[in-house]
């Protein structure tokens, strides 16, 4: 029978919604998919597309069991499209692939962070353990392992907990360490402390030195007399250096160290030290139009200002009172310890 013109634009109408609903697919993209059939050599997912996804046995997994015994009809599953072939319809996944791209952004991220991990130890060489976090190998060598007289052989199949102490995505180079895991609270040191460190490994962000039992990273930006663009050429594994504890984050398990010297900020507790109606003596050190700056100790000056200099006179001009290097006893007015700021008075202060 002839369709009629009208069901000719029906057909086209229901194709174009059809096509319409489909996702526009690329290589790379992460799509999600339910398994509609499991064979010993692939699994075919309906990631909602004209074409079905198909994810080949060696793209799916590492283990060697049988497809149907790792995946069930219905099951979910998460891939990255590595191919698409529109002349045959397929459209090829890996679900490898993108547990391998999560696994090292999870691992960039415990690098960065100072976090600790856990792997699953798959292999074992003299020098050290071969582990899998999330798809990604990497290795603990034995010198970096808390007891170094341990039979390796003994790890093979358990978890086991570590931190990335090199991250080096264009080498595929991911080292662990279990040294770096510590209760930070148990760490007798504290802010401020200075400890004698042993260079230990040269980032492009720092150097990660050891001091005792503890390790922490000394940052570019806590650098003194150096170009922190070529710095790496100040130092080199196995230099002493005398550091001081800039901060310790007990949550994270991380120690920042520094060269600098901190200043003591001199206004710091100012209005504990100077409160008001205190009575206090300092040395005119400048004279301006509107008052007279005091030195009350060094680098803490205070502002003796025009109106404060006489009660019952109106002083035309700050000198013809007070001048540079007069020794006063004054009235502490105000402190202001976040604005830097001390205002001060001669009004109803004796100055015998």
């Known amino acids: 029978m002839n369709k009629s013109v009208s069901d000719i634009e029906k057909e086209k109408s229901f194709e174009q919604m059809l096509n319409e609903s489909f996702t526009s697919l690329k290589i790379g993209q992460v799509v999600k998919g339910e398994v509609v059939c499991v064979n010993q050599k692939e699994i075919i997912l309906d990631i909602g597309y004209k074409y079905d996804g198909i994810i080949k046995k060696e793209n799916f997994s590492d283990l060697p069991d049988d497809l149907q015994t790792q995946i069930k009809l219905g099951e979910k599953v998460q891939a990255v499209i590595v191919r698409i072939d529109d002349a045959d319809g397929k459209v090829f996944l890996s679900k490898k ?28 060489v003299p020098s050290g353990l071969n582990v899998i976090f999330e798809g990604v190998r990497l290795f603990v060598p034995a010198s970096r392992m808390p007891n170094k007289d341990n039979d390796l052989k003994s790890y093979l199949g358990k978890t086991i907990e570590f931190k990335i102490i090199e991250f080096n995505r264009a080498k595929n180079r991911y080292i ?40 922490g990273l ?49 206004w710091s507790g100012v209005a504990e030290r100077y409160p008001d109606n205190k009575i206090v003596e300092g040395r005119v050190v ?10 009350l100790e060094k680098g803490l000056d205070g502002l003796l200002h025009i109106s404060q200099i006489c009660e019952n006179e109106h002083v035309e001009k700050v000198t013809d009172k007070v ?4 020794v006063l006893k004054l009235k502490v007015l105000s402190s202001d310890e976040e604005n830097e700021r001390i205002a001060l008075s001669l009004i109803g202060v004796d100055q015998n």
């Open 176 to 215: 662990g360490s279990q040294l770096d895991i510590k209760n930070i609270q148990e760490i007798e040191v504290n802010v401020g402390d200075k400890v004698d460190c042993v260079v230990k490994k040269i980032v492009d962000f720092g150097v990660f030195v050891d001091f005792g039992k503890n390790s």
């Open 286 to 295: 400048r004279v301006s139009d509107f008052g007279a700056f005091v030195q």
């Open 323 to 326: 001048n540079i290097g007069d």
């Open 97 to 124: 692939k993108l547990e391998l791209q999560n696994g090292i952004k999870g691992l960039e991220h415990a690098f960065k962070n100072g976090l600790s991990i856990k792997g699953k130890v798959i292999g074992y």
């Open 218 to 266: 000394l940052h570019t930006s806590q650098m003194k007399s150096v170009n922190r663009e070529n710095f790496k050429d100040k130092f080199k594994i196995g230099d002493k250096l005398k550091l001081s504890i800039k901060s310790i984050d007990k949550k994270r398990g991380r120690i920042a160290l520094t060269e600098l010297t901190e200043k003591k900020n001199i």
